[in-house]
């Protein structure tokens, strides 16, 4: 959508004022059409209000065009100026262009056809020179008239306020009062001297002027004959020249519009220069200043990089003479850093790894699990430690992995990183141990002896099932209770409590203890720590009530054949010496013995033994 353009149209006949509206409402819609039907109407409007243009009618009922263009100029309104003027109207058109309008259309045929496209150009030209710092329409300006004629200096002021109202003139009539008036504050655009003055040539006032750094455009007016000197004025600086000959009044309000216009841009230029001389300063110490910043930054950039190369170099020194497996992967599970280690596992050269998924290497169910688990660290942002396993030469193996993600600048993750360590050797171990301290507790439950580990305290850590069955409670009521207030119900050891004994001996002990009808027999082993002090022990309670049985039916034994070897051992004795005697008394009588002495011999008389 075009933006709208704002135009006031001074027309007195309403009939041309609708059709206009109507015309620019159905062929130019952009436009804002305001009517005002006289000239002070219109001159009160735009002293309020703001236009993009204005539309003037030649032929008002109050006045008429031109004398609008003088009160708009002495307004100062900066908004352009089209005038409607009819068939033979030029005289009127060179007035109201020198005026200050901008451009003309006659009211004559299909002119409104051609209207919209006048005033969007001269609302796009006023635009361009509002943009470029350029004048958009005649504005008030004041001109200092040095001069020593009477007769002229009343001349020439009254020809400017009929031709060209917006130039407000300040007479003075010598050179070294126009310097007093210039070397006040002031508001003079522009200074028109004569070249012959009485107190001071125009030259050296022109010069003059120079040294005293009066910044404004000089116009010198030079009678015939004068021309030489009006070009050294030139030289000097002036902006132009204008010989006394006829009609010269006329010419003269376009000079000053020119001389006034050149110097706007002069002085335009010298801002430009300024502005550009320090622009290229500035931008020279720019220069400078980001080359150093760029030859600092290029430093720094190669200390950066050296110390990531030296930061990688470091990491893949690490990742290489560790055993643990080091690597990293993208969102998609390329590899992205494969350290020594697992290069040598997987049997494939890294460079060749390096963007390979694990699919390309591993089964396809160990790759799915790993993937998996990669998969959680990156959802999560979260590291994990988890077990994995890996299909070897040697068979399977398993590895505790550390896994975490890969974040960038922005906190967004881009990969996963893991370090997995070889932990197969600890599993089997694990298991070995598992079994061993399965095996020792079926043991430990096997036996037919009571069996509690005892801490430093005499509190039981551990019990079997023997203890179980012996006592007829379950073991988790032992756990933490003193052994004598299991087996004697007492809030203190018994005299004589192997326990104590074995503390202070650091050796075995033991005792027999009659509980009931049973006999039992207490064994106290005591558990030393590295420095051989004290630190528990291992308590064993036997059942020994069939032994002790047996040893006293053993012992009656004993004393019933000690009774019945006492009652036999003296007739054996007697026996015997019956038995040498006949061996005697047969010798006597020259006849053999009729019993061996062998027999004799190995019981000798007067002995106890059978």
Same mark, same amino acid.
């Given at each position: 959508?075009?933006?709208?353009?704002?135009?006031?149209?001074?027309?007195?006949?309403?009939?041309?004022?609708?059709? @206009?509206?109507?015309?620019?409402?159905?062929?130019?819609?952009?436009?804002?059409?305001?009517?005002?039907?006289?000239?002070? @109407?219109?001159?009160?409007?735009?002293?309020?209000?703001?236009?993009?243009?204005?539309?003037?009618?030649?032929?008002?009922?109050?006045?008429?065009?031109? /004398?609008?263009?003088?009160?708009?100029?002495?307004?100062?309104?900066?908004?352009?100026?089209?005038?409607?003027?009819?068939?033979?109207?030029?005289?009127?058109?060179?007035?109201?262009?020198?005026?200050?309008?901008?451009?003309?259309?006659?009211?004559?045929?299909?002119?409104?056809?051609?209207?919209?496209?006048?005033?969007?150009?001269?609302?796009?030209?006023?635009?361009?020179?509002?943009?470029?710092?350029?004048?958009?329409?005649?504005?008030?300006?004041?001109?200092?008239?040095?001069?020593? =004629?009477?007769?002229?200096?009343?001349?020439?002021?009254? $020809?400017?306020?009929?031709?060209?109202? $917006?130039?407000?003139?300040?007479?003075?009539?010598?050179?070294?009062?126009?310097?007093?008036?210039?070397? /006040?504050?002031?508001?003079?655009?522009?200074?028109?001297?004569?070249?012959?003055?009485? !107190?001071?040539?125009?030259?050296?006032?022109?010069?003059?002027?120079? $040294?005293?750094?009066?910044?404004?455009?000089?116009?010198?007016?030079?009678?015939?004959?004068?021309?030489?000197?009006?070009?050294?004025?030139?030289?000097?600086?002036?902006?132009?020249?204008?010989?006394?000959?006829?009609?010269?009044?006329?010419?003269?309000?376009?000079?000053?519009?020119?001389?006034?216009?050149?110097? %706007?841009?002069?002085?335009? =230029?010298?801002?430009?220069?300024?502005? &550009?001389?320090?622009?290229?300063?500035?931008?020279?110490?720019?220069?400078?200043?980001?080359?150093?910043?760029?030859?600092?930054?290029?430093?720094?950039?190669?200390?950066?990089?050296?110390?990531?190369?030296?930061?990688?170099?470091?990491?893949?020194?690490? @990742?290489? =003479?560790?055993?643990?497996?080091?690597?990293?992967?993208?969102?998609?599970?390329?590899?992205?850093?494969?350290?020594?280690?697992?290069?040598?596992?997987?049997?494939?050269?890294?460079?060749?790894?390096?963007?390979?998924?694990?699919?390309?290497?591993?089964?396809?169910?160990?790759?799915?699990?790993?993937?998996?688990?990669? &998969? %959680?660290?990156?959802?999560?942002?979260?590291?994990?430690?988890?077990?994995?396993?890996? =299909?070897?030469?040697?068979?399977? $193996?398993?590895?505790? *992995?550390?896994?975490?993600?890969?974040?960038?600048?922005?906190?967004?993750?881009?990969?996963?990183?893991?370090? *997995?360590?070889?932990? @197969?050797?600890?599993?089997?171990?694990?298991?070995?141990?598992?079994?061993?301290?399965?095996?020792?507790?079926?043991?430990?439950?096997?036996?037919?002896?009571?069996?509690?580990?005892?801490?430093?305290? /005499?509190?039981?850590?551990?019990?079997?099932?023997?203890?179980?069955?012996?006592?007829?409670?379950?073991?988790?009521?032992?756990?933490?209770?003193?052994?004598?207030?299991?087996?004697?119900?007492?809030?203190?050891?018994?005299?004589?409590?192997?326990?104590?004994?074995?503390?202070?001996?650091?050796?075995?002990?033991?005792?027999?203890?009659?509980?009931?009808?049973?006999?039992?027999?207490?064994?106290?082993?005591?558990?030393?720590?590295?420095?051989?002090?004290? !630190?528990?022990?291992?308590?064993?309670?036997?059942?020994?009530?069939?032994?002790?049985?047996?040893?006293?039916? &053993?012992?009656?034994?004993?004393?019933?054949?000690?009774?019945?070897? /006492?009652?036999?051992?003296?007739?054996?004795?007697?026996?015997?010496?019956?038995?040498?005697?006949?061996?005697?008394?047969?010798?006597?009588?020259?006849?053999?013995?009729?019993?061996?002495?062998?027999?004799?011999?190995?019981?000798?008389?007067?002995?106890?033994?059978?």
């Amino acid at each position: 959508m075009n933006p709208t353009i704002r135009v006031l149209y001074v027309e007195d006949n309403p009939h041309d004022a609708d059709l @206009t509206r109507s015309h620019f409402e159905f062929e130019a819609p952009e436009f804002e059409i305001e009517i005002a039907e006289n000239g002070k @109407t219109a001159l009160k409007l735009a002293r309020e209000r703001e236009y993009d243009a204005l539309l003037l009618d030649r032929n008002l009922p109050d006045m008429d065009g031109i /004398q609008v263009l003088k009160e708009l100029a002495a307004l100062g309104v900066q908004a352009p100026v089209v005038i409607v003027t009819g068939l033979g109207d030029e005289e009127l058109v060179v007035q109201a262009l020198r005026l200050g309008a901008t451009d003309y259309v006659r009211k004559h045929g299909d002119y409104l056809a051609t209207l919209p496209t006048i005033l969007r150009r001269v609302v796009a030209e006023s635009k361009k020179k509002k943009a470029s710092g350029q004048a958009v329409s005649l504005r008030r300006r004041h001109i200092l008239y040095v001069e020593q =004629n009477p007769a002229d200096l009343d001349l020439l002021p009254r $020809h400017l306020a009929e031709a060209a109202p $917006h130039l407000t003139v300040t007479t003075a009539q010598s050179c070294g009062q126009a310097l007093q008036i210039l070397s /006040q504050p002031h508001r003079l655009d522009l200074v028109l001297t004569d070249l012959r003055m009485p !107190d001071m040539p125009g030259l050296d006032f022109l010069r003059e002027a120079n $040294h005293q750094g009066i910044s404004l455009p000089f116009i010198i007016i030079t009678g015939k004959g004068d021309e030489e000197a009006a070009v050294a004025a030139l030289k000097l600086g002036a902006y132009d020249y204008i010989v006394k000959r006829e009609n010269y009044l006329t010419q003269l309000p376009y000079a000053i519009e020119n001389a006034l216009a050149r110097f %706007q841009l002069d002085q335009a =230029n010298v801002r430009l220069q300024t502005e &550009l001389a320090a622009l290229n300063q500035s931008l020279e110490q720019r220069v400078k200043d980001r080359t150093a910043e760029l030859e600092q930054e290029i430093a720094e950039r190669k200390r950066a990089e050296e110390a990531v190369a030296a930061s990688q170099k470091l990491l893949q020194d690490i @990742t290489d =003479n560790g055993t643990s497996l080091v690597y990293a992967l993208d969102q998609q599970g390329r590899f992205l850093l494969i350290s020594r280690s697992l290069e040598s596992v997987l049997g494939v050269p890294r460079e060749t790894l390096i963007g390979k998924t694990r699919e390309a290497i591993l089964p396809p169910e160990i790759a799915a699990a790993h993937r998996d688990n990669d &998969l %959680q660290v990156m959802n999560d942002r979260q590291p994990i430690a988890v077990e994995e396993e890996n =299909n070897e030469s040697d068979g399977k $193996h398993t590895y505790l *992995s550390m896994k975490f993600p890969l974040l960038d600048p922005q906190g967004r993750v881009y990969g996963v990183g893991g370090v *997995s360590t070889d932990i @197969t050797e600890r599993k089997r171990a694990e298991e070995a141990t598992v079994q061993a301290a399965q095996e020792w507790q079926t043991t430990f439950d096997s036996t037919n002896n009571a069996i509690w580990i005892l801490d430093q305290e /005499q509190r039981v850590l551990r019990s079997n099932k023997t203890a179980e069955r012996l006592f007829r409670r379950p073991r988790e009521e032992f756990i933490g209770k003193h052994c004598w207030e299991i087996v004697h119900g007492t809030a203190q050891p018994i005299p004589e409590c192997p326990i104590l004994r074995a503390r202070n001996s650091l050796r075995r002990e033991s005792m027999e203890l009659q509980i009931g009808e049973g006999w039992f027999e207490v064994t106290v082993d005591p558990i030393l720590d590295a420095a051989g002090r004290y !630190d528990g022990a291992v308590h064993i309670i036997s059942d020994i009530t069939e032994r002790k049985r047996a040893e006293a039916q &053993l012992t009656e034994q004993l004393d019933e054949l000690r009774r019945w070897h /006492q009652a036999t051992l003296g007739r054996e004795t007697r026996i015997l010496d019956l038995k040498r005697e006949v061996n005697e008394l047969l010798a006597q009588a020259g006849q053999p013995p009729r019993y061996p002495s062998a027999e004799i011999a190995q019981h000798p008389i007067g002995t106890d033994n059978p």
